[in-house]
């Protein structure tokens, strides 16, 4: 019968169908971070128990560590004293349990899904879990990649195993060239604005066609990252010879480890007559630089179009619009072109790559950030990919434009570390989620890309990118 890359995965991974109807699969590699572990190791002390697999866990701190550190920095110099006792215990529990973990003064340390695919711990085939929704991020390798729980994450440690329902089959086709100034992030917004933020609810989405084998790692691993944003949990994109060329060139594996695993690698892809329960075709030919207006992932424009009216949007999302629009600050018959922006963050596990500080430095070069603009700031996705970006000159195109170049961390994408919105503040950001208070409370946040993002940075405004 044939087969989803998906299904194939998932019989991989199967141990045996619980009573419960849910399945307990095996998992190959866990991230663990500050926010989400505490309790779980906690629950394995109380319990008197370690880790199963010592080496199938990954440590770092990403969300509440400061952006402004210096080479000096220590975890007692952080001044929140939450974000310093969540740091502080995620280091004496490595510690206590042996593993091994990527702390705040390490060179690898950076945001979870940023490290872990660059230091080569993602590899195709793997199941790979997290206490972070955008685990997802780690599917763009073919990986059965998800968000867990805080007491999944103790499950799973303890274990080495995880309780979960199978998904229904989704693939999405992207097919054609985009626009000039379009990008991926561009592409999965208007894939999410297309279905809506439940589009995706019970589906593992594989993105296939044209325009994703054309696109490098960096892209697609954006592309899974805003699966969780489409209503998916998980997203999957075909390993092929674009994915084999980056794990070559970041896995710890030997040469004859690597051709071992090759020959099972090529097999991870969905059968020509494998049946999907949910099909979807889109020519990103046609999209524009997609922009969020409101307060949801799926409240999505075209750059220079007008805000829905709501003289025509009918029943709970007229109700829905209005909250959305009275929150934003967004009057009738408005553009997002015509919304004067505050503060401007690219970053984020979306957009903190090498790649998308490429594109944001191409915008900003020998131009000064508007003096509308509060503050601009660029937050690298790890210590590599700062380190990366300095040997190129990035960071003197950005600091010469009047941008602050800060260290690691998943800094503004969320309000739990120094670098939050004001209220009523409007931010051109790069990141995944445009809730309300996301970036600090009563923060206006708008979605776009890096090249966007730069843009606005230094028109004060979203513009036209061509």
């Not at 709501?310 to 009738?332: P, Q, S, T």
């Not at 018959?333 to 998308?356: A, H, M, P, W, Y």
């Not at 509060?374 to 990366?388: D, F, H, N, R, Y």
Request: glycine share 8%.
């Amino acid at each position: 019968m044939p087969k989803t890359l998906y299904d194939k995965l998932w019989e991989e991974h199967h141990i045996t169908t619980l009573d419960s109807s849910e399945s307990l699969l095996y998992i190959d590699r866990q991230y663990l971070h500050e926010v989400t572990s505490p309790q779980a190791f906690e629950g394995l002390s109380k319990k008197g128990l370690s880790p199963w697999r010592l080496n199938a866990n990954i440590a770092t701190p990403d969300h509440n560590v400061p952006t402004e550190r210096g080479e000096s920095f220590k975890t007692e110099n952080i001044k929140d004293e939450i974000s310093k006792i969540q740091v502080t215990e995620l280091d004496k529990n490595c510690n206590k349990f042996g593993i091994k973990q990527f702390d705040i003064t390490s060179i690898n340390q950076g945001i979870v899904h940023v490290i872990g695919p660059e230091l080569g711990y993602t590899l195709p085939g793997m199941t790979i879990v997290c206490g972070d929704s955008h685990t997802s991020t780690h599917g763009a390798f073919g990986c059965l990649a998800m968000g867990i729980g805080t007491s999944e994450v103790e499950h799973v440690l303890a274990t080495q195993t995880l309780k979960v329902s199978k998904l229904k089959n989704m693939r999405v086709k992207f097919s054609g060239e985009p626009q000039e100034g379009v990008t991926s992030k561009d592409i999965v917004l208007f894939l999410i604005r297309t279905i809506g933020t439940a589009g995706g609810n019970g589906h593992a989405i594989e993105f296939a066609g044209s325009y994703i084998e054309s696109i490098s790692m960096e892209a697609r691993m954006t592309i899974c990252n805003m699966s969780i944003e489409a209503g998916a949990k998980v997203g999957l994109i075909a390993p092929d010879a674009t994915t084999f060329n980056y794990v070559k060139d970041h896995s710890q594996l030997s040469e004859e480890e690597f051709e071992d695993a090759m020959s099972h690698w090529t097999s991870l892809v969905s059968d020509n007559d494998a049946s999907f329960d949910k099909e979807i075709a889109i020519d990103v030919s046609l999209i524009k630089p997609q922009v969020t207006w409101g307060t949801s992932p799926e409240m999505v424009v075209d750059f220079d179009q007008e805000i829905p009216n709501l003289d025509f949007v009918d029943g709970e999302n007229k109700r829905n619009f209005e909250l959305a629009k009275k929150y934003m600050g967004i009057e009738e018959n408005q553009k997002v072109t015509d919304l004067k922006f505050d503060r401007v963050f690219i970053g984020s596990c979306t957009n903190s790559r090498i790649e998308d500080l490429r594109d944001a430095a191409k915008v900003v070069d020998g131009k000064k950030v508007s003096e509308d603009i509060i503050e601009a700031i660029v937050v690298p996705g790890s210590g590599l990919v700062k380190e990366q970006a300095e040997s190129e000159g990035l960071h003197i195109i950005f600091e010469e434009a009047g941008f602050m170049w800060r260290d690691p961390g998943c800094s503004m994408c969320l309000g739990m570390n120094p670098d939050q919105l004001k209220p009523y503040e409007r931010c051109a950001s790069t990141s995944n989620r445009n809730f309300e208070g996301r970036q600090g409370n009563l923060g206006r946040t708008h979605l776009m890309s890096p090249l966007m993002a730069a843009l606005t940075a230094v028109n004060g405004r979203v513009v036209d990118p061509s």
